[in-house]
Every structure is written in C-alpha cells, then in structure tokens.
C-alpha cells in the first residue's frame, strides 16, 4: 500500500473549470455521466503529461475527448487509476460510468441508508467510487449536477449549491439539476434521493438576501426538528456577529439519514446521522442535545473553514478541522458557559489527545505521511489544532484574533489553501513573529512544563522556575522548545488575586491573570513587591496544550479549590488533588494496606457543592473525579485494578461526607420538567444528577431506589437516562428492574433506545464485557443501524476503560472480535473507534495484559476481509 508524502507535493498537471454530473440514480446500479472541461495547468511543466484520474470500483463504460468516443488503447485504467494519453491543452472529457449502490453501507461513495434513501459521501477520497475525477481537494470545479430517479421512490432529490430546473421524464422517473456557483473540491460533492418530509425557514442575512434553510428527514424524524433548526438559524447569526462571515448560497439544505455520514460539511447540503443532529426533549438527553448543537454549529462553520477557503491537500487538514472545531467551541462558550466548556475540552484533550501523543500513532497536526487519509482525522488534528487557534486568540485578545480570520477567509475565498497561509496572515495582521510557535504544528508528543516556586519574603519577590519538555514520539528525534502561552495570578490567604508586578515592569501592580510567554527551556519569571507568600493559580482557562508537573502542598491545593476565580484552575486544582489522593490509595493497596480516607481532601472537593456564587452547572462540574483512565496517566505502569478500587473508595468517601448536602442538592434541583431547556434548568438537572451518581455508591437500598424512582417517575429523557446508567454500574436488584422499564416506555424510539444499550455499556464493571457482546450480537441488534452501533462501541470501547480492560481478558476477545465484525460491515466505524480507544499503548499496562492487547490486534489484522484502515492501525499498533 502507498504512502503519501507531504514532501511529494505537486500542483495539479491539469485543471477542471467545470464539472457536469449526470445520475441515472438506481438503487441497484447507478449511471453516471461526466462532463468536465479541462484545462492544463500552464503554471507547472506539464506539457504532454496523460490525464491521469482516480477511480476505484467503477464499470468503465466510455470515455471520449471533444464528443469523440476515444477507442481502448487511448487509455489505461489499472489499480484505480484511469490514464488518458496524448490529450489537447484544452478540452472537454466525457466519461460514463456505472457504480454499485446495493450492498454498499461502507459510508463511501454512492451509499442506500438504512431507510433506504440514496445518497454519497465522499470526504477523503470516495468521490472516486462514484466517478472518474482527479480526487484531490485542490482541484476546484464549478459544478452542475442533474439527478433523475423514479419519483415515487425518490421524490426529493437533492445536491449541492442552487436549486435550478426539474420536471418528469417518462417511466414514473423525474429530474432535477442543481447548479453550485462556488467552485469546491469533490469531497464537498454531495447528492442526496429520498421519500423525506421537510422543514423550512427563511433567515435574512446581514446584507439583507433571504437564505432558505431547510431539513429534510424521515417522517419519523421531521417533527423532532425544530430544535435543530434553531441550532442553525443561531449559528448562521453568531458567525455573523463574530467573524463577519455571510452565507453565500440561496438554500441551505440538512439531509438526516440513518447510517448517514455522522455529520459532513457538503456545500450547501450537510447530511447527518441523525445521532449527530436530531435533539428532541423527549429523546435527546442534555449532554447530546448540547453536542448535536456544537455539531450542526460545526458543519455549517465549515461552509467558510472548509468550503468556501478549503485545504491544498489532507496534510493541511487541521486548517479546516481545527479551526473550524475553535469556532464551535467559541460559540458553545457564548451560548453556554466559558469555564465548563473549557473544563471538558481539557478532559477531552488529556484523555484523547495526550493518550495519541503517547502512543505509536503520535503525529503532528501536520502529518508528514500516510495511507489511508480518513485516519487523519485524529485527536491531534482537531483538538490540538483548536488550541493552537485559541493560543493565536490569547495572544491577541479575542476581537483582534476574529479580525485576523476574517482577513484570512477574505483573502483566500476560492482557493485550497494552508496551514503556512493562514499563519502568514496572522503574523502580518498582527505584527507578530510566530517563527517560534509554528514548531506547534510540525512537532508531535505533548509537552510537559514543570513549575517550582519560591518565595522570598525578605525581598518581597516571588519566583517561578519552568521548564519544558516534550515527550518522545516515534520517527522524531529532537524536540524544540515551544512558545507556550501560560496564564498564571497570585492569590493571597483570602483567595483574591493579588496584585503584583513582573520583575522589570512599571507602573502600578494590577490584580488577574498574567499571561507569560514562555518560551525558553528553562525559564525564570519573578513578581515583584509580593508582600504575603502567594498561591499560584496556573494553567489558567488551560492556556495551552501541555501538561503540568509541579507538586503544590496538600494546603494550596485545597485553597485554589475553595478560592480561585478562574474555574478552570479551580476545577484543575480539583482534579490534581483528587488524583494524588487516589494515587496514595493505589500505592498503599499494591503494598498489602488498606485505603485510607483523606479528611482534609474531602472537605475541600465538596467545597464547590455549597458555594452559592457558582452556577449549578459549574458546581456539577467541580463535583466530578477525575476518571480512571485520568488517573492512569499518572502512573508508570497502569495499574488497572489498584486504579478501579482506589478510585471507588474515594468516590464512596465523598459520598459519605457529602452525603446530607448532596441528598438536598438533590432535592432542591429536581422535579424539573419535561421541556425545560433554559440554561439554568439544565445546570440543575447536572447538579441533581452529579449528586445522585455520589447518593447511590453508598450502596444503601434507599439511595438504589431513589434512582430507581428517577427511572420510573421523572419525566425528563435526561433524568431517566442518567439514573438507568448510574444503576446500570451498581449490582443491585433495582438494575434489573430499571432496564426493563426503560427499554419497555422507549421501544418505539430509536435514539432514545440508542441510550439503553449507552447505559449498559457504560457500566464500569467487570461482566460489562459480556453484556456487550450480548447486546451486539443478539437477532435485533442490527450491525447497519449506524446511531446504534456507534452509541454502544463509542461508550463501551473507547470511554469504558476499567469495562474493556478488566481482569478476566475477555474485554480484549469481545474488542478483537466486535471490531471485525463492525469493520465488514461500517469499516468507518471500526476505524474510527480502534484508533481512538486507545489500546495501541498496550505497552503501559501489566505483562498478561500486554500479550492480550497484542493477541486483539493480530487477531484483527490476520482477520478475513478486514479494511485497509483496519491493519494500518494494527500494524502500527504492534510495531
Ligand atoms: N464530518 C467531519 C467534520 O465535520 C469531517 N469533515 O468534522
Ligand atoms: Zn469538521
């Protein structure tokens, strides 16, 4: 298999000015017909060179140059490339082509959902399963698509960019051509045929053009749709406001399909699972329904971080994942709260981001090379890169950065463009050499930053010693030191900043936050005139990507949890206390002794519970552990089973100490209503929920059936979901029970049920395993129903940590065997949850578990008819 270099870039030899496609669309076999107008591109030495195209999987039926039907040997078409000799400096290339739809539920190319609509998704290279074309994203056509199908079936027919003519043919069969002003690559091609009902609005732009923005889905669907609308129309303005970004099209059209692509950015026709979009308040819990807000958010950002200024090739693929992922990241902190959007992309980025960095996979946000381009869609790529544009925000304050993004989209409208370009321009709008900061993204592995302190009295200075350090990654040998943004403020004995100035600085002191730049290293940073020994809040609004190593007191700790003004340093604080106090427990169970509950540490993380200045919402975050998985990554070698008790007991001690004012936080944040999504409401349901997870670990049949009555009675999904899963992790009688009224009251909902099987998989247990495998292979759980599949490997797979990897080693056996399974049938899927679980760092856990993690992955590779994403990622795995 061939790797692609990003040192083996070269423009394209030819250009394709226009592109016509025409679809005899059929569910069995569908005609396409192509016609293209090429150009040679006279900017490269080209002259003479053959045509060469991507295709893979297609029946050939003709090819012809200037209406002149070109004879066998003008051509050759071998190992899904189709090379045409001696062609003009300037013609037109007619080819037809058939393409298999039956059968094909690959979520590539020309596609039949689960409901049986037609439609294509093309992002990377799977335009060359539906046509001959020259698969790259820097080839930008303007394009002309009609699609013709039997009308009964496929009464709405769909593509990118304007509506222009349709009408009906003979046979029950009509037309509809669509023309897309916008030039775009071909993995933003999309069609889509179906029987689907629609939901329409007309939003007026900033200069006044009506847009009319459209959903269409399945008459199950449409009605739990307005809330996705909303999403929309509040995206469409928010980009507006912040970036100056104005819709270009006169439609925006959605498509929701099952076993649709997740969510796909198509110009002017995203199409959704509806998993990804759909937000009901009686099936749509309040994490999905913010998530699915973020999302359809994401896929219309794109139409200007993607489409409109898209990428020269998938090495640059950051440019549009992780700035687009920024902008919908800024815009869920706007509708929502800054520091709890903060808090999970922290959790987010240390469980998956940091965990690739530290594993064979490791790359930087601009690959050097690849295979297979769908796995470039990577932690790394997304999540890193929207650091990366957050730090470009912090180091010129927000409204500037905006104005430099918008400078760049206005700059490069309608050209595939890169990572350097943009860089290029934010350095020229702002005056500022990023020479430094570019190594963010051509160095992989995460980068360690120690902090020590001192203070010292007698000269009212206080010093802070840094260093950097990054983690080795496979195929790099020296590390640079990068320019890191780091946000630090002093509190004093009463938890207010203070207000300090750093050595060499005039003026009077202010109190905040100080950003330092941080570049060097070794560094040393002194503030001056500090009249009382200070607690550094650091790492405030995780100012950058990196890992802290520094080692507070007990005492500190506890005062920034109780005190400090930046939630995210709070909650930080929280989480570091909690860990080092679990760890303590780790390493006394591994020597024989019995854990030991911390007073001290227990009443400072119940701290937040009663503090009235913080939003319930905030309180719910303040309230959680970090995870199992979390506190892993502070040991040598995992120790999964120290880990798992260790983390219970603490849990349970929280629980005990806690117990009066959790039980009321319970009390008085419930009872919501079934509809309400105001902010507040939401917050409060977080805040009850948080504390019933705590009530019920003390294992006591009241607290079991206080759950259990949340299941039965409350008549919020949210509730119901929330209580069946903290049931689902306990081994109680109520379990049983709460299972089979959920699963009877949902049965005729599909996402709603899509939350069952989430809620079983989630159980932290040691015979969820089995579970999983029960649920996965029983007669009516069907491999096909995409929001289904994905629900339950995403949960168990790859946030399950202690359930896949429990004693017994037969969480490795259902993985190995599951993967295989899913992978005949959504490779995308399987792709997509092996190379985000995790597993690839086989080598920080235990020996027996080593040899069964490897055991997982030869079993996969060695598997019949496995995917060519599949053994990438398990030969990388293994080696
Ligand atoms: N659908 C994915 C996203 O928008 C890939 N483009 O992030
Ligand atoms: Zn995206």
Redesign the pocket.
């Known amino acids: 298999v061939p790797l692609v270099k990003r040192s083996d870039y070269s423009a394209p030899d030819y250009w394709f000015d226009h592109t016509n496609l025409e679809f005899d669309l059929d569910a069995v076999k569908t005609r396409v017909s192509s016609r293209i107008a090429v150009r040679r591109n006279e900017d490269v030495d080209s002259k003479g060179n053959p045509l060469v195209l991507n295709g893979e999987g297609l029946d050939l039926i003709s090819v012809a140059i200037d209406g002149r039907v070109l004879s066998g040997n003008a051509y050759i078409e071998s190992d899904g490339l189709l090379t045409i000799f001696d062609v003009p400096d300037m013609f037109t290339l007619e080819i037809v082509n058939d393409v298999t739809v039956e059968g094909n539920t690959s979520i590539m190319g020309l596609c039949a959902s689960y409901d049986g609509e037609i439609f294509s998704q093309c ?1 990377a290279e799977a335009f060359r399963k539906i046509a001959y074309y020259q698969d790259r994203p820097d080839v930008l056509s303007r394009y002309t698509v009609t699609l013709r199908a039997d009308k009964a079936k496929y009464p709405i027919l769909l593509s990118n960019g304007n509506f222009f003519e349709a009408g009906d043919l003979e046979d029950g069969r009509h037309w509809a051509t669509w023309h897309d002003p916008f030039v775009k690559p071909c993995y933003i091609f999309a069609l889509l045929a179906g029987d689907l009902k629609r939901t329409t609005e007309t939003y007026r732009t900033i200069s006044g053009k009506d847009v009319e923005v459209s959903i269409y889905a399945s008459p199950e669907s449409i009605d739990m749709c307005s809330h996705s609308m909303d999403f929309l129309l509040k995206a469409m303005k928010w980009d507006e406001d912040v970036f100056g970004r104005e819709y270009d099209l006169d439609v925006y059209n959605v498509g929701i399909l099952n076993g649709g ?5 198509n110009k002017g026709l995203n199409l959704f699972d509806p998993n990804w979009i759909v937000a009901d308040p009686t099936n749509t819990s309040d994490d999905e329904y913010e998530y699915r807000k973020k ?1 359809t958010a ?2 219309y950002f ?1 139409n200007w971080s ?1 489409d409109k200024v898209t990428i020269r090739n998938w090495f640059q693929v950051s440019l ?2 992780g700035l ?2 920024f902008r919908d990241q800024l815009f869920l902190a706007d509708v929502t709260e800054f520091g709890s959007v903060r808090i999970n992309m922290c959790r987010h980025i240390r469980n998956n981001q940091f965990t690739e960095d530290d594993s064979p996979t490791a790359h930087p946000i601009i690959w050097d090379a690849y295979i297979e381009p769908r796995n470039l ?1 990577t932690n790394t790529v ?1 999540d890193k890169g929207q650091e990366c544009m957050f730090m470009l925000m912090w180091m010129v304050g927000r409204p500037r950065f905006c104005e430099v993004v918008a400078a760049f989209f206005d700059r490069y409208d309608g050209t595939a463009a890169t990572i350097e370009e943009f860089l290029g321009c934010y350095e020229e709008e702002s005056g500022i050499d990023l020479s430094q900061f570019r190594r963010w993204f051509y160095q992989a592995g995460t980068t360690e930053v120690s902090i020590a302190t001192e203070y010292d009295e007698a000269a009212g200075e206080f010093h802070i010693d840094l260093a950097q350090e990054t983690t080795q990654t496979p195929g790099e040998r020296t590390k640079q030191p990068l320019h890191i943004p780091l946000a630090v403020a002093l509190l004093d004995h009463r938890g207010q900043e203070m207000p300090a100035r750093l050595a060499g600085e005039n003026g009077v002191p202010q109190p905040g936050t100080r950003v330092i730049d941080f570049t060097e290293r070794r560094q040393r940073v002194t503030f001056i005139g500090v009249n009382e020994r200070p607690v550094l809040s650091r790492h405030r609004y995780f100012s950058a990507p990196v890992r802290i190593k520094d080692d507070p007191q007990d005492a500190d700790l506890a005062h920034l949890v109780r005190y400090d003004q930046d939630i995210f340093a709070r909650w930080d604080a929280g989480q570091s206390y909690a860990a080092r106090v679990i760890l303590r427990d780790v390493a006394r169970l591994a020597e024989g002794q019995t854990p030991a509950v911390d007073d001290a540490f227990v009443a400072a993380f119940l701290s937040p519970l009663d503090d009235q200045r913080l939003s319930p919402r905030l309180r719910a975050d303040l309230l959680g552990l970090p995870d199992e998985r979390t506190i892993g990554e502070w040991m040598d070698v995992f120790d999964v089973d120290g880990v798992h008790e260790a983390w219970a007991f603490t849990a349970q001690a929280v629980a005990r100490k806690g117990a009066d004012l959790l039980l009321k936080a319970y009390e008085q944040n419930g009872g919501t209503g079934p509809y309400d999504l105001a902010p507040e409401t939401v917050g409060k349901r977080k805040l009850r929920n948080v504390a019933l997870d705590y009530l019920v670990r003390l294992g006591e049949p009241d607290m079991l059936d206080l759950a259990l009555r949340q299941v039965k009675d409350s008549r919020n999904i949210t509730e119901q979901y929330v209580a069946l899963k903290i049931l689902c992790a306990t081994g109680s009688e109520q379990k049983a029970e709460a299972i089979e009224i959920y699963r009877d009251r949902w049965k005729h909902d599909q996402l709603a049920t899509d939350k069952w099987y989430r809620a079983q998989a989630a159980a932290a247990r040691s015979d969820t395993a089995a579970r999983v495998e029960e649920l996965m292979s029983a007669d009516d759980f069907n491999l096909k129903l995409f929001s289904r599949c994905f629900s339950i490997c995403e949960q168990f797979f790859y946030f399950n940590h202690y359930g896949v990897h429990e004693p017994t080693g037969e969480g490795y056996r259902v993985y190995a065997e599951q993967m295989i399974r899913v992978d005949h049938v959504v490779p995308l899927l399987s792709n997509w949850t092996v190379s985000r679980s995790g597993f690839s760092r086989w080598r920080r856990y235990d020996p027996r578990r080593q040899e069964l993690i490897k055991l997982a992955f030869r079993t996969m590779r060695d598997a019949e008819g496995v995917s060519k994403g599949l053994i990438e990622l398990c030969d990388k795995a293994l080696a």
């Open positions: 992002e692509p997740g969510a796909m950015e999302t994401h896929e794109h993607g549009k994942e687009t992922r869609f997304y």
